[in-house]
């Protein structure tokens, strides 16, 4: 068979892994893979889908390059099979996106005492994904702000927030409430420190509307 052939032929074999590794990566925040790590885990993902669907298959693989009386290649195609690699390798990766996510795999290890890691990338996307609720900002220039985290950047390298039911804290503890939907918190801001004051109501009663 022709080099370009067998290239083919290993492109089609790991294109299951591929699909379910990007499918992951649109699904959860993951450190940027070299090159090579991509290659490796798609091998992973792919031996994983085709150990599970080739006793369902004859043990064959779905595509097939028969050979022409010119010199030329025929490729056969089993859509069956194809179909069921395409349904495994999305739902594999929204699996594994969900893992990542909820830290299911990793918490069981760490019970075990086999690592202390976490599945997510960094400690800012631990704090985020695991806590929810109200927040207190501190900025580097010394002013403070409350609100209710509705998005956070998934980049900690970027720390960005937006809160809602938003109010500035004074000098005098007071809150002085933002008018709105909410407020944009970018990196510019130069965030400090980020207190989780949980689920409840926290607006004082001397709130001043802004």
């Known amino acids: 068979m022709p080099a370009k052939i067998d290239a083919l032929a290993v492109f089609f074999v790991l294109l299951p892994g591929f699909t379910c590794a990007y499918t992951t990566q649109q699904l959860a925040v993951r450190r940027v893979q070299t090159e090579v790590e991509k290659v490796i885990e798609a091998l992973i993902l792919s031996f994983v889908l085709y150990l599970v669907t080739l006793p369902f298959f004859g043990y064959t693989l779905p595509l097939k390059w028969l050979a022409n009386a010119d010199g030329t290649y025929q490729i056969k195609a089993h859509f ?106 970018t990196k510019e801001s130069v965030i400090e420190t980020v207190t989780f004051l949980g689920q409840g109501e926290v607006l004082q009663e001397n709130t001043t509307p802004a």
């Open 80 to 185: 069956p099979q194809l179909l069921t690699l395409l349904v495994l390798s999305i739902a594999l990766g929204v699996f594994y996106a969900a893992t990542i996510n909820h830290d299911w795999l990793m918490v069981i290890l760490r019970k075990l005492r086999v690592t202390e890691r976490t599945a997510r990338t960094t400690i800012w996307n631990d704090a985020f994904q695991e806590l929810s609720g109200f927040v207190q900002i501190g900025f580097k220039d010394g002013s403070q702000i409350l609100g209710w985290v509705r998005y956070y950047s998934d980049d900690a390298t970027d720390p960005s927030l937006f809160l809602e039911k938003a109010s500035w804290i004074n000098d005098d503890g007071a809150e002085v409430q933002i008018d709105g939907p909410g407020i944009l918190i």
